[in-house]
């Protein structure tokens, strides 16, 4: 699959499921804005991956923020298996703290087979962090921070996200049309 296509993909799950379902409040502003940076990675080993990452983590921290706020890093062709994918992220939390970034950036992951823990395979609540490929979100501190100070009662999003799915089901995030 071409990276265009793959950009196009995630991208249309931001707009529909992310800012469209109001899945995160904050989506918004950086997608009208064009500070969401795309980056599909060609990486089909972890250890690949991982030197991606660093080059990524180390990109969004130099790059403006009126710029480049956040980053998407896609990964098709690697860590498709959750469980493989889960197990990465300690990973990448360590990456993080090599790189001395910790309290400056910090990752959200997202993955077609997302499943939060002790939840059922097809629950819904779990679409909150399905994304169409294995996605690795780089997200300053910095913005999370001016974010929860503007939306002081943050721990409401995870209960409307709950709630949003539930009334939604299946068929709703079926009709999103998104790629899956």
Known sequence: MHQEQIIQDTRD???KAIIGLNLC???????V?????YVVSDATEPEALLKDLAHEL???NRADPEVVDTTLLIH???LTDFLDFNDFLDAADALVEELKLDG?????DFHPDYQFEGSAADDITNYSNRAPYPTLH??????ISRAVEAMPDTAAIYENNLDTLARLGHA????????R
């Open 13 to 15: 799950w931001v707009v």
């Open 25 to 31: 409040p904050f989506a918004k502003a950086v997608h």
């Open 33 to 37: 804005n064009e500070r969401i940076r």
């Open 58 to 60: 180390l990109a969004l």
């Open 76 to 78: 098709p062709n690697v």
């Open 104 to 108: 400056i950036l910090q990752i959200a």
């Open 138 to 143: 780089l997200l300053r501190e910095e913005s």
């Open 172 to 179: 709703g995030w079926q009709a999103l049309g998104l790629k």
